[in-house]
Structure formats: structure tokens, C-alpha cells
């Protein structure tokens, strides 16, 4: 039978490349859309400076989400990521309630989706904590380097 160290360095490595991924996703939209327009939004929310923290966020989802697919500092990159979920659900999804799909309506052509909740937010930030306070988790640098030591 394996050890409790097989489980936990296993169990959390679907966890880590799945949460990474979704960062690594909601940076490059971002990016790709231009982060001029991601500052509108932190403009109309009341961001100081939302050209800067547009580019701050979209690089700290792009980066952040690429480490943790690697497993490179994850628990350095998993505060700022858990703070940018805390300000994106005070400032944008909390006032949409808890669900992630909120069904406003529906047309012939299915249902009409409003604006999502702080549902995914809550999720994201368990997961980050959960893998920043676990430790290095198999095929990663993390695991690679404290091996090293």
C-alpha cells in the first residue's frame, strides 16, 4: 500500500496543473483582449491606477498560472493570487451572489446568463491555499528543488 505521501503529492497534482490552467486562461484573455480594456472594468469599480493594475493582474495570472502548471513557488505565488480573487469578488462578483451561473432568462435558443457570482472565487482561493500549505506535489519544480536541498 503506498504511503500518505504518495496520496497527498498525487491527490494535488490534478488540483494544482486544473487551477493553474484557469489562471494561466483568464491572464491570456486578457491579454489578448488588450488590458486596456480589462482597465475600463477596474476604472468602473473604483481601481486607483487601472491601467498599472490591469497589467499587474493579467502578468500575475500569466505567470502565476504557469508556475503552478509547474510547480515553481507556489506558495510565493498563491498570496497575490488569492488577494486578486478577494478584490475581484468584493469589487466585481459579490454583488451577483454566490452562484457562478446565475440564469436570468430563457429564449428559444436556451438559456440567458447573467454575470457570474464569487462561487468560482471561493473555489480558486481554497484550492490556492490548500496547495500552498501542502508542500511540493509530484513532477514539480518545487518537489525537484527541496529534493536538491
Not at 22 to 49: I, S
Not at 72 to 85: E, K, Q, R, S, Y
Not at 86 to 111: C, E, H, I, K, Q
Request: hydrophobic share 55%.
Amino acid at each position: 500500500m503506498p504511503s500518505p505521501f504518495f496520496y497527498r503529492t498525487w491527490t494535488l497534482f490534478p488540483l494544482r496543473l486544473v487551477v493553474g490552467a484557469g489562471f494561466l486562461m483568464h491572464g491570456l484573455a486578457k491579454y489578448q483582449r488588450g488590458p486596456e480594456k480589462f482597465a475600463k472594468l477596474l476604472q468602473f469599480v473604483g481601481t486607483p491606477f487601472p491601467l498599472p493594475a490591469a497589467w499587474i493582474v493579467t502578468l500575475l495570472e500569466i505567470g502565476g498560472g504557469l508556475a503552478l502548471i509547474a510547480g515553481a513557488f507556489v506558495a510565493l505565488f498563491a498570496l497575490p493570487l488569492v488577494f486578486a480573487m478577494v478584490v475581484a469578488t468584493f469589487t466585481v462578483n459579490g454583488r451577483y451572489g454566490f452562484s457562478a451561473v446565475n440564469t436570468v432568462g430563457l429564449t428559444a435558443d436556451g438559456p440567458v446568463f447573467g454575470p457570474p457570482g464569487y462561487e468560482i472565487n471561493l473555489l480558486y482561493i481554497a484550492a490556492l491555499i490548500v496547495l500552498a500549505l501542502a508542500g511540493p506535489t509530484v513532477a514539480s519544480f518545487d518537489e525537484w528543488r527541496s529534493r536538491r536541498r
